[in-house]
């Protein structure tokens, strides 16, 4: 924030109060950001693409270096995304979420594997220093997916741009500094 404007990002960070970011979402992870310590927060639109480019760590790491942020000190937020039961690639691009953890792919030897991208953001954020305690995604503890709705699989509390094709809504992940 207070930046220009650039032709196009994923990602934004502030420490103005009053002031929201968002990140959409329809399948991609709405991921929110806060250092509740230097009083910074952020927000990252972080789909296959976005997670393979590194978009979440971009977030940390404006976040050290415009506000000073100990990245030990900064909470994050997975909000709802699709899950591997429902997110497949074409295997040249599920290698890549491969080489960030064979776990973030299922059946990897057909030609469209399965792919978590949730587990290979939490992976990233994790190599990148964020405390795996400050990352909330029951994901991770809950690998059956009980508690982790997939946005694919639930038409009746989420827009999927998986499930629906080209005719999808949005959810929105929002964050704000109160005081």
Known sequence: MGEPQPESYDGIVTNQRGVTVTAPGADCIPVLFADPVKKVCGAAHSGWQGTLLGVS??????????????????????????????????????KEFYKIDPTCVRGFESPNPYVDIRRATRVLLEAGGILPINIQDDSVTDPEQNLTLCTSCHPDKFYSHVRDGENFGTQIGFISIKN
Do not use: E, R
């Not at 050290?64 to 690639?89: E, H, M, N, Q, R």
């Open 57 to 94: 760590m971009a977030v940390v790491n404006a976040m050290v270096t415009a506000y000073g942020s100990d990245v030990k000190d900064i909470l994050v937020v997975l909000g709802p995304s699709v899950g591997p039961c429902c997110f497949t690639l074409p295997k040249q691009s599920a």
